[in-house]
């Protein structure tokens, strides 16, 4: 898929997600497929299930520094933030995710959260400059996976 068909995508869509997924889920901390198990068996509860197990499984320490790639409206960078303390980035090539999320976090601010617009595959950041790259279904979109992951074990 090319990035202007992701942008044209999200930017057309993002009424239709944020309509149903707010309907669906009052205060949901992403947008992203849940995980169930014992202790989460509505949706809801399943996003933030899944946020704990993958922050787990990423082994993500307090005060980590992470670079969401492909963060979407931005509502996990918020959750790693708000609950691991973490200094998060998120960056999506779409600058309409961006400008609802600066105008949701006017209303709503997040500490030790920013966002961009920019390229996962050309990430404006320094060598080694992070302690984890969190992407939750978004890699999907990158024409070669390679290069996804060779530019998130560089930064």
């Given at each position: 898929m090319d990035k202007e068909a992701i942008k044209k995508y999200?930017?057309?869509?993002?009424?239709?997600?944020g309509l149903i997924?707010?309907?669906?889920?009052?205060?949901?901390?992403a947008l992203h497929f849940g995980?169930?198990?014992?202790?989460?068996?509505k949706h809801e509860q399943a996003i933030q299930r899944a946020n704990e197990a993958l922050a787990e499984f990423a082994d993500i320490k307090r005060g980590a520094r992470i670079i969401?790639?492909?963060?979407?409206l931005g509502q996990s960078?918020?959750?790693?933030?708000?609950?691991?303390?973490?200094?998060?980035?998120?960056?999506?090539?779409?600058?309409?995710?961006?400008?609802?999320?600066?105008?949701?976090?006017l209303k709503n601010?997040?500490?030790?959260?920013?966002?961009?617009?920019?390229?996962?595959?050309?990430?404006?950041?320094?060598?080694n400059s992070v302690d984890v790259v969190w992407a939750i279904?978004?890699?999907?979109?990158?024409?070669?996976?390679l290069l996804f992951y060779k530019e998130a074990f560089r930064v």
């Open positions: 999200y930017s057309e869509t993002q009424f239709e997600y997924w707010n309907w669906l889920l009052k205060s949901a901390p995980y169930y198990d014992e202790t989460a068996t969401d790639a492909g963060c979407g960078s918020e959750w790693l933030a708000q609950h691991m303390n973490a200094k998060v980035t998120g960056i999506t090539i779409v600058p309409k995710q961006v400008e609802t999320i600066n105008k949701r976090l601010p997040v500490e030790n959260v920013d966002f961009l617009v920019g390229d996962y595959l050309r990430m404006p950041f320094e060598d279904e978004s890699v999907c979109h990158a024409p070669e996976k």
